[in-house]
T-cell receptor
Framework: KAGVTQTPRYLIKTRGQQVTLSCSPI?????VSWYQQTPGQGLQFLFEYFSETQRNKGNFPGRFSGRQFSNSRSEMNVSTLELGDSALYLC????????????FGQGTRLTVV | KQEVTQIPAALSVPEGENLVLNCSFTDSAIYNLQWFRQDPGKGLTSLLLIQSSQREQTSGRLNASLDKSSGRSTLYIAASQPGDSATYLCAVFDNNDMRFGAGTRLTVKP
């Protein structure tokens, strides 16, 4: 079956703009988590959605938001982009919210100039 | 707050060598521990998942062990190959989220 699909794969934005990233989980998976990966900070948890509800949120400013649709697809939005938001954004899907085995997409490489 | 540490940060070995990657975590109240592989600029590929009640898991040339009481996991790679070159990340899942180590960058030289 198809894996986790993230779109777009690459994105270049200007400071101050906003961006929306999309993640389609594995069919049947209801949990979607988002992570930011940078060389300096490594992989950091952004938030997790399960059945359209945000279940957990990491330590990121309110400029980072997300949502999940009834078909479990999720979007992540970053407003008022800063240079430091340049990163690889990874989405992971799991069958269930607790004790999950996570499957990751290929990521979206965001560059803010 | 859970902290995950991986040692060494980088490792270079000749082809054919057996090797061990280490992962330690500070809070033993975990649900599972997962080892991933990441190639440059790509997403994470799940290698092995160990539930908190398990001691080890094996897949092909890979064997992962878990010692919850000491907060340690090891990933053993047998007969390493150049195609094994990648960054290996361990992650622990506790009650709330998944926390990752910084990874071990492995280079296997032909």
């Amino acid at each position: 079956k198809a894996g986790v699909t993230q779109t777009p794969r690459y994105l270049i934005k200007t400071r101050g703009q906003q961006v929306t990233l999309s993640c389609s989980p594995i069919s049947g998976h209801r949990s979607v988590s988002w992570y930011q990966q940078t060389p300096g900070q490594g992989l950091q948890f952004l938030f997790e959605y399960f059945s359209e509800t945000q279940r957990n949120k990491g330590n990121f400013p309110g400029r980072f938001s997300g949502r999940q649709f009834s078909n479990s697809r999720s979007e992540m939005n970053v407003s008022t982009l800063e240079l430091g938001d340049s990163a690889l954004y990874l989405c992971a899907s799991s069958l269930q919210a607790a004790n999950p085995e996570a499957f990751f997409g290929q990521g979206t490489r965001l560059t803010v100039v | 707050k859970q902290e995950v540490t991986q040692i060494p940060a980088a490792l270079s070995v000749p082809e054919g060598e057996n090797l061990v990657l280490n992962c330690s975590f500070t809070d033993s109240a975990i649900y599972n521990l997962q080892w991933f592989r990441q190639d440059p600029g790509k997403g994470l590929t799940s290698l092995l998942l160990i539930q908190s009640s398990q001691r080890e898991q094996t897949s092909g040339r890979l064997n992962a062990s878990l010692d919850k009481s000491s907060g340690r996991s090891t990933l053993y790679i047998a007969a390493s190959q150049p195609g094994d070159s990648a960054t290996y990340l361990c992650a622990v899942f506790d009650n709330n989220d998944m926390r990752f180590g910084a990874g071990t960058r492995l280079t296997v030289k032909p």
